[in-house]
């Protein structure tokens, strides 16, 4: 079985979900449950004895260490993570202690559980680490995508926390072997996105009349891939990645921010228009940018396509609009993960942009 980590989360969630969809393989999932994980989106596995729930942190080497003994596991996914770069701006302390503390504890105990599997246990063992482009620092405009040898250079205490766990999981490789594998992914959108990031804070501040909040002059570049084919990409590296290599995941679609925001606003303006008949593109307000914001991300993902034969299956045309739709018809999550906390992050971070519900 898979001790998946994060798995209350956004992608990690959807992982769970497409894994148990089609495998029979079960999970154990390893999650704290910080603001960012959410039982919710793991409502249809409710009852399902192929997925074990324990709620607890990858830094607590004894209960990780409880969970590997006590399950045939024979691959960790490590999804857990504070991932939002404008909290690593506000408060860096947790990343560093989840993202670098949490995943060197991780890697101890899944090391000291690896050596004491059988030759075969051993060989047939894999640690993935689910990482990000963000790794690889800003391009600019006209520079060639990020390919898996470009050198890491992390701009926000995110990103460098990121990087730092990425060359812990490398060294474990070198130093004593384990097998692991290292994705480094585009920026996802689709279900169960928490809305701190800007496709589902925008789909939602659209619809409850708030601004939509670009940073800067919106024209920051990122390169969107649908959650579930991240997801698709995860499964196929297990299953075929040689270990030790890392693997970027893109979808071929960079597309700046403003232009995001833009789209969201005309499938809106058709699936929802404004009782006013005036389109959501109004409400897009400008603010102060973000602190050392990366200009352009962009992903070169044939290395995966070459070797393991892995391209995603939507568009962004066709994924954004499945989310607009998802969004649309799950008002009870939306409002679940809206309530608390989230509302004072929105008022910390937006105050004085005028965005704050
Ligand atoms: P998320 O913030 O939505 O979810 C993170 C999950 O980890 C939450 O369920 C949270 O409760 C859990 N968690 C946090 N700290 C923990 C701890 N100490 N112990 C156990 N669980 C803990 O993040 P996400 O967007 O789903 O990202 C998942 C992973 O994918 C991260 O490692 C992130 O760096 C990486 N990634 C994300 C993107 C993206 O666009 N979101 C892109 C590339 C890579
Ligand atoms: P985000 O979703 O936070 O992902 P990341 O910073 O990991 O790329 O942000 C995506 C882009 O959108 C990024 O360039 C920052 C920008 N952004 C805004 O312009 N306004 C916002 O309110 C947010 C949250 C992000």
């Not at 969809?21 to 704290?32: G, M």
């Not at 405009?141 to 926000?156: G, I, K, L, M």
């Not at 693997?247 to 833009?262: F, K, P, S």
């Amino acid at each position: 079985m898979l001790l998946v980590t994060g798995g209350a989360g956004f992608i990690g969630s959807n992982f769970v979900l497409d894994w148990l969809a089609e495998h029979d393989e079960p999970i154990v999932n390893l999650d704290s449950l910080t603001y960012a994980g959410n039982l919710r989106n793991l409502d249809s596995l409710a009852g399902d004895p192929r997925h074990q729930f324990v709620r607890g942190d990858i830094g607590d080497s004894r209960l990780v260490a409880g969970l590997l003994a006590g399950h045939p596991i024979r691959a960790v996914v490590h999804f857990a993570a504070e991932s939002h770069v404008d909290r690593s701006i506000h408060g860096p302390e947790a990343f560093i202690q989840t993202n670098i503390v949490g995943t060197f504890r991780l890697l101890e105990a899944t090391r000291a559980h690896w050596a004491a599997l059988d030759a075969g246990g051993r060989e047939a063992f894999r640690f993935v680490q689910v990482s990000t482009d963000e790794v690889y620092g800003s391009l600019t405009p006209d520079a060639a995508a990020f390919t898996e040898t470009h050198r890491y250079e992390p701009n926000s205490p995110y990103s460098a926390s990121k990087a730092a766990a990425d060359h812990l999981v490398r060294s474990y490789h070198h130093t004593y072997g384990l097998p692991v594998l290292t994705t480094n992914c585009s920026n996802n959108y689709g279900p169960f996105h928490f809305p701190e990031k800007l496709i589902p804070l925008c789909i939602l501040n659209a619809l409850s009349g708030r601004p939509l909040p670009i940073y800067g002059d919106g024209r920051q570049v990122r390169d969107w891939l649908y959650v579930k084919d991240h997801c698709a990409a995860i499964r196929r590296v297990l299953a075929a990645g040689r270990p030790g290599e890392t693997y970027n995941i893109g979808g071929w679609n960079e597309q700046a921010n403003l232009d995001v925001v833009r789209t969201l606003c005309g499938i809106l303006d058709e699936e929802r228009p404004r009782a006013d008949g005036h389109s959501y593109s109004e409400q897009i307000e400008f603010v102060k940018d973000r602190p050392g914001h990366d200009r352009r991300y962009a992903i070169d993902a044939r290395k995966l396509e070459r070797e393991l034969g892995w391209r995603p299956a939507e568009t962004f045309a066709t994924g954004i609009r499945k989310t607009v739709r998802w969004y649309l018809d799950h008002q009870a999550w939306v409002a679940d993960v809206t309530s608390g906390g989230y509302r004072e992050w929105i008022e910390t971070q937006y105050a004085s942009s005028g965005s704050a519900p």
